[in-house]
């Protein structure tokens, strides 16, 4: 990684060798680094950014984060889901079930349960670690 610092492949898999380490908060600067090198990235990397931000306790950086993404694809299911889990995560129940009620009205009918099946369809991860603190919030199964 030191002999390629401007390139964003090596810089994103020693982030995520970090992150497998559970070296989250070295990981940190390194992501954000392979984020600066690569300025036209896909929002998916700006979301993984907001995870390890909330992961090496930064939970104001990863809102932040999700906020960049939410901007650029307001209607995006993936990030409001994951602000809704951090909010409840951290106990902001209020702030949580206002996000939740703000969704279900730009994603009237959803369900968890199916959302999850096509992210698992599609090889992406189902997150299924979120599924409790969003039914708490509101959102339902």
Do not use: C, Y
């Not at 060798?17 to 559970?22: K, N, Q, S, T």
């Not at 392979?34 to 930064?58: I, Q, Y």
């Amino acid at each position: 990684a030191l002999l390629g610092p401007n390139i964003f492949a090596i810089q994103w898999e020693l982030a995520q060798v970090l992150i497998r380490a559970g070296r989250h908060a070295e990981a940190l600067p390194v992501m954000r680094r392979a984020l600066r090198v690569h300025p036209r990235h896909p929002v998916a990397l700006t979301r993984a950014l907001a995870g390890l931000e909330f992961a090496a306790g930064l939970p104001e950086a990863a809102f932040a984060s999700l906020d960049a993404v939410i901007e650029k694809r307001p209607a995006a299911a993936d990030p409001r889901l994951m602000r809704i889990f951090l909010l409840a995560t951290l106990h902001r129940t209020d702030e949580a079930a206002a996000e939740a009620k703000a969704f279900l009205a730009l994603h009237p009918g959803f369900g968890f349960s199916r959302w999850s099946a096509r992210q698992a369809r599609r090889g992406r991860q189902a997150r299924l670690e979120w599924r409790e603190k969003l039914r708490e919030s509101g959102i339902p199964d």
